[in-house]
């Protein structure tokens, strides 16, 4: 993942007035931001300044961080980073539109037929609003002052009176049933309670403690983390780390990452905000927090509501199709700031982010860029492909080697590897001696990480892996959440190595990616290598039909004209053109099987 890697793509300033909205973090008593905008004035001592539009997420009634509005005020000088400042949702001008036709529609409707204020009251006094949570908060926490406020709710320190933890101080969001006013809002609260009661056991990850209700409140019992926002820290330094410490933070950061995508929870919302540490000491544990966006995937399926904040929303989340992948990309976004203290995609609009988002390259030759090690470059350019399929997974990112040098650290299981073996097992022979021969190619960085997975998995003594040795790794490993996200379902769906093991070097061919291969500068070489190698092994004379059926793409006249160009005229066999477009095989990726 080094060694051979890709092309390159092609200061701080002081915090000044404005209004900037807030919500109350669960396990802060600082603030995180909310989806409302306010105009900005231009200043006497810029040529501008701009709105730092930064929440993204689905027009919901309630915001996933308790949501509020902050007393702080702050601006963005044109793209360095300040304060981030939190405009509606991407979806705003879409929703502008349908609300203009709902009125059009409902003005022309008969008097009898519009629904009334009275009506919408009592459909909204028939949701339920019980949640089955625990009633005893009074007799059991002690509420002491509010350390946040936000428009859906707030956060307030308090201590437990009784038992293991009394006197123990811990941080309560508390979210106000009047405000649930959709039966989407009361499933978020569901949700987020439900995913920080299956997650558990991680160094970096905010400790959940219970979860209370009575006839007028939720209130959320979490870990109080006095060390402030990761992005208070990089404000403090003037917005540039250095090479080592921006590796200390962003090591933590993919730890936990990486554990949250082996259990099938993508969290959503990454940014310096949702980081928070436990205490003021510069070496204090950092903790991801603010799970009100977050939500279990599988690993075969794909989400499509647009969530997230707009520095550090994915391409594919604005296309409507992503999954974990979607959470790496926002990593980067933070490894570019804490390198150089701007953002790597930046416009004064809202639409415009999601422009740069999409259509343009971050920039590595502005200062610091040009002194900075080669590695850091490419390990932040790696996280920012726009392909999700190049871009390294949180895994992988641990193994890169300017991370992998920092220091000695577990490397987790990658849930990529599970959905790259199930395509391999489902593969023609064919396809499976292509793959052989690329894995013969495969660099150094890359056979490390494979070597350190396939160790993870515990070979039986004969230096196989069978399925039950992948049942028993992730048991060791398992959360709630992994349950939730049916991945031991998954695993069923490995049938292939019910009854046969797989040593190494099937291993190498069954995970390699092919995209991530193809990202590095030695992909041409790599692959015709692989090709030379192919043609001795694996090549064979194949026919049109055969090629079809084991692609499994059917016989109809359009699929054979393009399959035809994949065979060699001469001996019948699979030409160059043919055997790389075997490499990246059909599709895995599945339709959208979540909608909301």
Same mark, same amino acid.
């Given at each position: 993942m080094g060694g051979c890697t890709s092309k390159p793509s092609s200061s701080v300033k002081p915090k000044d007035a404005f209004p900037q909205n807030d919500d109350s973090t669960p396990a802060h008593p600082g603030k995180s931001p909310v989806r409302t905008s306010t105009a900005v004035k231009s200043s006497p001592f810029l040529p501008f300044y701009t709105p730092s539009p930064a929440r993204h997420r689905r027009n919901k009634s309630r915001d996933g961080g308790g949501g509020g509005e902050s007393k702080s005020v702050t601006s963005t000088p044109l793209r360095q980073l300040a304060r981030a400042f939190h405009p509606p949702s991407p979806a705003k001008h879409i929703r502008d539109v349908l609300r203009r036709r709902k009125g059009k529609k409902e003005a022309t409707l008969p008097a009898e037929k519009k629904q009334t204020e009275e009506e919408k009251e009592r459909e909204e006094v028939g949701l339920d609003k019980r949640f089955g949570f625990s009633r005893e908060f009074q007799s059991r926490m002690e509420l002491g002052e509010e350390i946040g406020r936000g428009h859906f709710g707030y956060t307030c320190s308090a201590k437990f009176k009784k038992g293991e933890l009394k006197d123990h101080e811990v941080a309560v969001k508390v979210i106000p049933k009047s405000k649930m006013t959709t039966a989407i809002s009361i499933e978020d609260v569901r949700r987020e309670v439900k995913i920080l009661r299956a997650l558990s056991g991680h160094n970096n990850l905010v400790q959940f403690y219970d979860a209370f209700e009575d006839n007028a409140n939720v209130y959320i019992v979490m870990e109080l983390c006095g060390g402030g926002e990761l992005l208070d820290r990089i404000l403090a330094r003037g917005g540039k780390y250095s090479e080592d410490d921006a590796k200390a933070v962003l090591t933590q950061i993919l730890n936990v990452v990486a554990f949250c995508h082996l259990q099938g929870v993508v969290h959503r919302d990454l940014k310096p905000e949702n980081f928070l540490y436990t205490s003021k000491e510069d070496n204090s544990q950092l903790k991801v927090i603010d799970f009100g966006l977050s939500d279990f995937v599988r690993p075969d399926e794909r989400l499509n509501d647009i969530v997230g904040s707009a520095y550090?929303? &994915?391409?594919?989340?604005?296309? $409507?199709?992503?999954?974990?992948? &979607?959470?790496?990309?926002? %990593?980067?976004? %933070?490894?570019? %700031?804490?390198?150089?203290?701007? $953002?790597?995609f930046w416009a004064r609009t809202e639409s415009g982010i999601f422009r740069a988002v999409l259509k343009t390259d971050p920039s590595f030759s502005e200062p610091p860029w040009p002194s900075l090690s080669f590695e850091a470059k490419d390990f932040v350019k790696r996280l920012l492909y726009k392909d999700p399929r190049k871009r390294m997974t949180a895994s992988q990112a641990l193994m890169h080697p300017w991370i992998a040098g920092c220091k000695k650290m577990n490397i987790p299981f990658d849930i990529l590897i599970f959905r790259q073996m199930k395509a391999y097992l489902k593969s023609s022979s064919l396809r499976k001696a292509a793959l052989t021969a690329l894995s013969k190619t495969l660099i150094t960085d890359e056979l490390l990480y494979l070597k350190a997975q396939f160790a993870l998995l515990a070979p039986n003594k004969n230096g196989l892996i069978t399925l039950d040795n992948i049942r028993s790794a992730l048991a060791s490993n398992a959360t709630e959440a992994m349950k939730e996200s049916r991945i031991p379902d998954f695993l069923a769906l490995l049938n292939g190595l019910e009854y046969k093991g797989m040593d190494f070097e099937e291993f190498c061919a069954a995970s390699i990616s092919v995209h991530q291969h193809e990202s590095l500068d030695c992909w041409e070489q790599s692959v015709r290598h692989a090709y030379e190698l192919f043609e001795m092994n694996g090549n064979r004379v194949i026919v049109i039909e055969e090629l079809a059926s084991e692609l499994g793409v059917g016989s109809s006249i359009p699929v054979h004209t393009i399959l035809h160009d994949w065979i060699r005229h001469t001996d019948g066999k699979l030409s160059f053109l043919g055997f790389v477009k075997l490499l990246h095989g059909v599709s895995t990726r599945q339709p959208l099987a979540k909608t909301r």
């Open positions: 550090y929303v &994915a391409p594919e989340v604005l296309h $409507r199709s992503y999954t974990t992948e &979607a959470d790496v990309w926002s %990593i980067g976004v %933070i490894a570019y %700031i804490l390198l150089c203290g701007s $953002r790597p």
